[in-house]
């Protein structure tokens, strides 16, 4: 099993432009998560989805949309990119919420 | 704004010697976790314990819980260079499961 899966690792934008990180798991989870994490801080959590079809927004949803068509993918896109949005983004999952969850490798984006 | 706060930011230790972490948090949880990252890789899950739970143990990993003063300890017995990472703290809430926060960790060296 591959787990948790992110593409691209490492992706560089300039302000304004737009693009898709995306998320897979073979685990059959049903929960799937999107944190960004900056420089000497923990993960913040930017959206979830409980459910293949559901999203709901966690502590920073601003500048992001999430689309949960199939059960194993997760997207995350990025509407017109800011510089504050510069970040390491992790995806992970769980088989429901209240278990462990398990991480991806991670994207590095810079947004100059 | 993060849930858990860990303590101390940052710990050296010689090899052989005990770790202790702390995390403080501020609302009610169904359960507390402990994760650890590797320099620039993704969290990986380390031990769950639940609100009704005080002590959970896993190998060299006691995890202690109390939820009246909202605090929690991660103590790692026989330290080895191996264990040198980040060590998170993650809390849900109450009325969402799904809602993870995590604390901006402490920076664990081992020396060997």
């Known amino acids: 099993n591959a787990g948790v899966t992110q593409t691209p690792k490492f992706q560089v934008l300039k302000t304004g432009q737009s693009m898709t990180l995306q998320c897979a798991q073979d685990?059959?989870?049903?929960?799937m998560y999107w944190y960004r994490q900056d420089p000497g801080m923990g993960l913040r959590l930017i959206y979830y989805?409980?459910?293949?079809?559901?999203?709901d927004k966690g502590e920073v949803p601003d500048g992001y949309n999430v689309s949960r068509l199939k059960k194993q993918n997760f997207l995350l896109g990025l509407e017109s990119a800011a510089p504050s949005q510069t970040s390491v983004y992790f995806c992970?999952?769980?088989?429901?919420?209240?278990?462990?969850?398990?991480f991806g490798p991670g994207t590095r984006l810079t947004v100059l | 704004s993060q849930q858990g706060e860990e303590d101390p930011q940052a710990l050296s230790i010689q090899e052989g010697e005990n770790a202790t972490m702390n995390c403080s948090y501020k609302?009610?949880?169904?359960?507390l976790q402990w994760y650890r990252q590797n320099s620039g890789r993704g969290l990986v899950h380390l031990i769950l314990?639940?609100?009704?739970?005080r002590e959970k143990h896993s190998g060299r990993l006691r995890v202690t819980l109390d939820t009246s003063k909202k605090s929690s300890s991660l103590l790692i017995t026989a330290s080895r260079a191996a264990d040198t990472a980040s060590y998170f703290c993650?809390?849900?809430?109450?009325?969402?499961?799904?809602?993870?926060?995590f604390g901006a960790g402490t920076r664990l060296t081992v020396k060997p």
């Open positions: 609302t009610s949880i169904n359960n």
């Open positions: 685990m059959n989870h049903n929960s």
């Open positions: 992970a999952s769980s088989f429901r919420g209240t278990n462990e969850q398990f």
């Open positions: 314990i639940r609100s009704n739970e």
């Open positions: 989805s409980a459910s293949e079809g559901t999203t």
């Open positions: 993650a809390t849900d809430r109450v009325s969402n499961n799904n809602d993870m926060r």
